[in-house]
Nanobody
């Protein structure tokens, strides 16, 4: 199983980024997919999740600014991040879970104030 996250980078406050996570080795359409982040010195936290039925949930910090989506034909989950803030700086990880869970490697998002 591989979850390949990409799309991170260095941006200014107010900018947008779209993260992607391409999955292989799983029946993607049956998995709940999520984005987590971990800032330096902090615990990893859930940012957004999308179920196999396309239901979504967001952390309060992400509501109204971030949108999670999935393309089952491409085995890919996305996180559109708008109006980025300095406090969004973190390593972002994707996760897939059904009866088992899998983590991808992280992608760094750095927002300069």
């Amino acid at each position: 199983v591989q979850l390949q996250a990409s799309g991170g980078g260095l941006v200014q406050a107010g900018d947008s980024l779209r993260l992607s996570c391409a999955a292989s080795g799983i029946i993607f359409s049956t998995y709940t997919m999520g984005w987590y982040r971990q800032a330096p010195g902090k615990q990893r936290e859930l940012v957004a999740v999308i179920s196999s039925g396309f239901s979504t949930n967001y952390a309060d910090s992400a509501k109204g600014r971030f949108t999670i989506s999935r393309d089952n034909a491409k085995n890919t989950v996305y996180l559109q991040m708008n109006s980025l803030k300095f406090e969004d700086t973190a390593v972002y990880y994707c996760k897939a879970w059904d009866r088992r869970s899998y983590w991808g490697q992280g992608t760094q998002v750095t927002v300069s104030s």
